[in-house]
């Protein structure tokens, strides 16, 4: 009975986590894959650590504040004018991690 109540604990929690990164990534395709799927305009590329890395060295603060307000050729909210602060972030880790 014990058992049967974690595991499906587990599978429950396996497929909000599942539905909740298809989201990011359904976001990601809709904006920032434009530019950052490709580095367009000198924007750091998906998945690549090195192009990352000293973005991720200025914190997340300053990159939620570039995200929100435009940095250079970056537009402001990356032309995702309904996507939330939690999206953001989890867009800007989604994008500075290495994609197997
Ligand atoms: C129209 C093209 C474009 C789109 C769309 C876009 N970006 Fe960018 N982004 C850029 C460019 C270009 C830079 C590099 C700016 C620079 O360093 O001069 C950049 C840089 C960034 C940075 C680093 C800022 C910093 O301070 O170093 C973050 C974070 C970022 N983008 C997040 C996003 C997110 C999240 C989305 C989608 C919601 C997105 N971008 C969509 C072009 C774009």
């Not at 920032?32 to 000293?54: I, L, M, Q, R, S």
């Not at 973005?55 to 309904?82: I, Q, S, V, Y």
């Amino acid at each position: 009975m014990h058992k049967w109540f974690v595991a499906l604990l587990l599978i429950a929690a396996s497929v909000t986590a599942t539905a909740a990164e298809q989201a990011i990534v359904d976001r990601y395709k809709a904006s920032c894959y434009a530019c950052h799927g490709f580095g367009a305009n000198g924007a750091p590329k998906t998945g690549v650590e090195a192009d990352w890395a000293p973005r991720l060295e200025k914190g997340m603060d300053t990159l939620m504040k570039h995200t929100n307000e435009g940095f250079n050729a970056m537009p402001p909210k990356g032309l995702c004018f309904n996507c939330s602060d939690d999206e953001f972030k989890a867009l800007i880790e989604y994008m500075a991690t290495p994609q197997s």
